[in-house]
């Protein structure tokens, strides 16, 4: 029932994670293009756009921070929610800037800032390339487990078969019984 469980939470997470994306990557696009714009122009859109964006960043961290991450993920999680902290920071310190010191400030923290706005995207890469690996080992581990019971019913059938042949050339019911319990117990394991 773990592989269930396991699932189970895996699908939660990947929910979790749509949701979170769905929400933030309006944010991120409108973050986008006013980083590509030239200064002077962010100097003017900023102070109406930048809080907005801040508190959507801020938000999403928060959202981030509040989902718990399945086994194999933790640490691009981690990053993930850090990212978006950092690209929050980013935003205010960058706000800041553009209402206090103008033009050159503002120059100054742009590259920044867009690091920062990159890192979020490079987390949200690294975190799905994390899941898919971490799904990837629980396959196979899962497959590991069946290919053990295959691989003992096998054994169990060939045993029971080896039973009844000696049955069959002594004529010794036990080795019969044997035989017959053998075969039951390789149904039963190809089963599990």
Same mark, same amino acid.
């Given at each position: 029932?773990?592989?269930?469980?396991?699932?189970?939470?895996?699908?939660? =997470?990947?929910?979790?994670?749509?949701?979170?994306?769905?929400?933030?990557?309006?944010?991120?696009?409108?973050?986008?293009?006013?980083?590509?714009?030239?200064?002077?122009?962010?100097?003017?859109?900023?102070?109406?756009?930048?809080?907005?964006?801040? =508190?959507?960043?801020?938000?999403?961290?928060?959202?981030?921070?509040?989902?718990?991450?399945?086994?194999?993920?933790?640490?691009a999680h981690g990053d993930l929610t850090t990212a978006l902290a950092?690209?929050?920071?980013?935003?205010?310190?960058?706000?800041?800037?553009?209402?206090?010191?103008?033009?050159?400030?503002?120059?100054?923290?742009? =590259?920044e800032w867009r690091a920062a706005l990159f890192g979020v995207r490079?987390?949200?890469?690294?975190?799905?390339?994390?899941?898919?690996?971490?799904?990837?080992?629980?396959?196979?581990?899962?497959?590991?487990?069946?290919?053990?019971?295959?691989?003992?019913?096998t054994v169990l059938v060939l045993l029971a078969t080896a039973c009844?042949?000696?049955?069959?050339?002594?004529?010794?019911?036990?080795?019969?019984?044997?035989?017959?319990?053998?075969?039951?117990?390789?149904?039963?394991?190809?089963?599990?």
């Amino acid at each position: 029932m773990k592989v269930a469980a396991d699932i189970g939470e895996r699908e939660g =997470y990947a929910v979790a994670l749509a949701d979170l994306w769905s929400g933030l990557s309006g944010t991120l696009s409108a973050l986008d293009a006013l980083a590509a714009t030239p200064a002077e122009q962010l100097i003017e859109d900023a102070p109406d756009l930048l809080p907005r964006l801040q =508190y959507e960043l801020h938000a999403a961290a928060e959202v981030a921070a509040g989902i718990e991450p399945p086994s194999g993920t933790e640490e691009a999680h981690g990053d993930l929610t850090t990212a978006l902290a950092d690209a929050r920071d980013s935003t205010a310190e960058l706000l800041e800037a553009v209402e206090e010191g103008g033009l050159l400030a503002a120059a100054a923290l742009t =590259y920044e800032w867009r690091a920062a706005l990159f890192g979020v995207r490079l987390a949200r890469l690294r975190l799905g390339a994390a899941h898919r690996t971490a799904v990837f080992f629980e396959r196979l581990d899962k497959r590991r487990r069946f290919e053990r019971g295959t691989l003992m019913a096998t054994v169990l059938v060939l045993l029971a078969t080896a039973c009844m042949i000696a049955f069959a050339a002594v004529d010794v019911s036990p080795l019969f019984v044997g035989g017959l319990i053998l075969a039951a117990a390789a149904v039963l394991v190809a089963r599990a």
